[in-house]
């Protein structure tokens, strides 16, 4: 069994930075892709970015050049770099972690982005 566990949400001012962080735990395995789901206020779960083991990255197109994914494999984390946020970035920044079809979600960390 896997665990993924958030960290580094808060409140931040428009134009902004905030790095999330993401940890697997508990056996992970090589091969996989992980990567930031969010969901803001009476919306859908959407994808934000991904990063395989592969070194494939996608990003949504409304985070392209501001927020950047990268990972550290010796540590089985995944981070998430948040520049110049905007309010409508505002949502519960979830990690997701997926291998062999199974796939496992950390609780969420809220990003609020306001003045």
């Known amino acids: 069994q896997v665990q993924v566990v958030e960290s580094g949400g808060g409140l931040v001012q428009p134009g902004g930075s905030l790095r999330l962080s993401c940890a697997a735990s508990?056996?992970?395995?090589?091969?996989?892709?992980m990567g930031w789901y969010r969901q803001g206020p009476g919306k859908e779960r959407e994808l934000v970015a991904t990063?395989?083991?592969?070194?494939?990255?996608k990003y949504a197109d409304s985070v392209k050049g501001r927020f950047t994914i990268f990972r550290d494999d010796a540590k089985n984390t995944v981070y998430l770099q948040m520049n110049n946020l905007k309010p409508e970035d505002t949502a519960v920044y979830y990690c997701?972690?997926?291998?062999?079809?199974?796939?496992?979600w950390g609780k969420g960390t809220l990003v609020t982005v306001s003045s």
């Open positions: 997701n972690y997926q291998s062999y079809g199974m796939e496992y």
């Open positions: 508990g056996s992970p395995f090589s091969i996989n892709v």
């Open positions: 990063y395989a083991n592969t070194g494939s990255r």
